[in-house]
Nanobody
Framework: QVQLVESGGGLVQAGDSLRLSCAAS????????TGWFRQAPGKEREFVAAITWNGGGTYYADSGKGRFTITRDNAKNPVYLQMNSLKPEDTAVYYCAATPRPYGSAWYYGPYDYWGQGTQVSVSS
């Protein structure tokens, strides 16, 4: 069984940066494709970014292109989401997800097999 744990969220001002981390326990996920999603109050969960198991491919929602960067360090386990130039509309609970079986050209939208509990990101104006 894989447990994913997110960290790094917090309350920041518009224009600030945060780096979220997604660490796995129970089993290494170094061979798993990993994604970040977010859910704002009253809204559906939406895709933010994803990375292939070896870091060779990265994918971003339009909302984060140019501001967010997803990376991974398989030697140390975590997957990171660097978020720069944060905006109030980035306020949400951010979740990481992983799958050993990404399927199709749009695999990054899901489905994923494992999900974390989420970390709150709040951006004030």
């Amino acid at each position: 069984q894989v447990q994913l744990v997110e960290s790094g969220g917090g309350l920041v001002q518009a224009g600030d940066s945060l780096r979220l981390s997604c660490a796995a326990s129970g089993r290494t996920v170094s061979s798993y494709a990993t994604g970040w999603f977010r859910q704002a109050p009253g809204k559906e969960r939406e895709f933010v970014a994803a990375i292939t198991w070896n870091g060779g491919g990265t994918y971003y929602a339009d909302s984060g292109k140019g501001r967010f960067t997803i990376t991974r360090d398989n030697a140390k386990n975590p997957v990171y989401l660097q978020m720069n130039s944060l905006k109030p509309e980035d306020t949400a609970v951010y979740y990481c997800a992983a799958t050993p079986r990404p399927y199709g050209s749009a695999w990054y939208y899901g489905p994923y097999d494992y999900w974390g509990q989420g970390t709150q990101v709040s951006v004030s104006s």
